[in-house]
Structures are given as C-alpha cells and as structure tokens.
C-alpha cells in the first residue's frame, strides 16, 4: 500500500489535499500531520513513499525547510512543497533541498496538482525497487533524465525548472534541430492544453536557464507552429 504523508496546518487545506489524493490513487493511505514535532516524528518511524508539505506550519516560518532536511538525512522520500510563499522566490530554494516539485497555493487547481503528484509517483518508483535509471545525456552541454526528476545540467550548472517544465524541454530537446509543434507539447503537459499555456512553459524554462547563462538562446519560437531546440546556437545567442 501506498503511504503518503500530508504536512499542512490549515485543516480544510489538508483535508482537500488528502480528498484529491484519494481521488486520484485508489489503495493509498494518507496521514495528516499538523504541526512540526508530530511530523518529524512520523518521518523517523515511517517509510512513505510521498511526502506533501507547507513551508510555514503554525508560527514557524520555515518549519518545512527542517521537515526536509529531516527526510533527506533520514531517507530522501519524495517532497512535493505546496505553500503559499511566492513561487518565484521559494521554487529555486527548495530545488536546492532536493524537493522534487513546487506549488503555489491559489495558483493551481486540482487537476494539476494530481498530475504532479502522479508524476512525482512514477517517477519516484524506480528507486523503491533496488534499480538505477541511468542519467540520460543528449549532448555535452545540457544533461537531462526526465524519469527520474533530476535537476537538468546545463554546462554544469543546476537549472531549476518543475516538472512540467522539464517535459518540454526533454520534448524539445529529443528532437533539437526539428520544429516541436503545439500540438506535440499538448501531449506533454497533459492538461492546459492550450498554446497560451505551452508559451508560459517555455517562457519559465528560458528565464531558468537564464538564470545560470544570460546567454542562453536555444530555443526558438517557430511562428504559429511550435518552437525548436536550435543545435547549432550552443545557447550562446550566434
């Protein structure tokens, strides 16, 4: 049986959370957990194989921030950080802690938080079972393993992208040089399916690797069409 953990201090929150667990994953048990200490505690004697959590548990801010370095120490379960601290801001700290993905409250709705939380569970599931998922690695300067949720590499360089994010770029990047048209990105993402919102996946994965080489400029806007992983810019804006 699957076992997951909720981490929220706001009742109705987590009670939502758990109902769309529940709608989402038949056969799985979901524990509630509302403040810190109780956390803690459940982590150091149970194994789950999920754990969703709040950054800020009653009046400690960053109770979350120690909840996952709990788990990271303990065992590394998968986090999945649904807080209403701004996404912008907190998205690359948690990377940084090796939680796998990040929601803003207010921002999502309910089927794209079972997307994630689906993904996170298919893609979690090859550690569970002893095997190793070799990194897939396309080209020299951009390194990504789309099924098991690592961070992508660029030159080296974390690239701190959501899961989403990191779907397209694998689709991008599979077939660099060929146009990726919007309705192959449709299939991707799974729901939003709409050209607005693959253009805002595309615009979050740009500004992130920008963040690592203002230069980058590897992938194009084919007009009306889709976009395309350019080979021959090697993210240098030539």
Do not use: C
């Not at 089927?111 to 095997?131: M, S, V, W």
């Not at 020299?140 to 660029?154: A, F, V």
């Amino acid at each position: 049986m699957l076992k997951v953990a909720v981490i929220e201090d706001d009742i109705p929150t987590s009670k939502q959370l758990k109902s769309w667990i529940e709608s989402a994953k038949s056969g799985v048990r979901v524990d509630q957990w509302f403040t810190r200490d109780d956390a803690e505690a459940a982590i150091e004697r149970e194994v789950y194989d999920l754990v969703i959590l709040d950054i800020e548990l009653g009046r400690e801010r960053h109770a979350g921030v120690a909840i996952i370095n709990a788990i990271n120490k303990k065992r590394g379960t998968p986090v999945l950080v649904v807080s209403a601290m701004p996404a912008t801001i907190y998205r690359s700290i948690m990377k940084a802690l090796d939680a796998w993905d990040y929601l803003q409250k207010t921002t999502f709705e309910e089927a794209d938080f079972i997307e994630t939380f689906l993904e996170i569970l298919r893609a979690a599931k090859p550690q569970g079972n002893g095997k190793e998922t070799p990194v897939v690695e396309t080209q020299e300067e951009l390194s990504i393993d789309p099924l098991r949720q690592r961070t992508p590499l660029w030159r080296g360089q974390r690239v701190n992208l959501p899961l989403t994010a990191q779907r397209i770029l694998a689709a991008l990047h599979q077939k660099r040089g060929q146009v990726v048209s919007y309705e192959e990105l449709f299939q991707v993402v799974k729901s939003g399916r709409n050209r607005d919102n693959i253009r805002k996946h595309v615009s979050i994965i740009r500004d992130a690797f920008r963040e690592v080489d203002p230069e980058f400029d590897s992938i194009e806007n084919i007009p009306m069409r889709g976009f395309r992983w350019a080979e021959n810019t090697g993210g240098n804006g030539q």
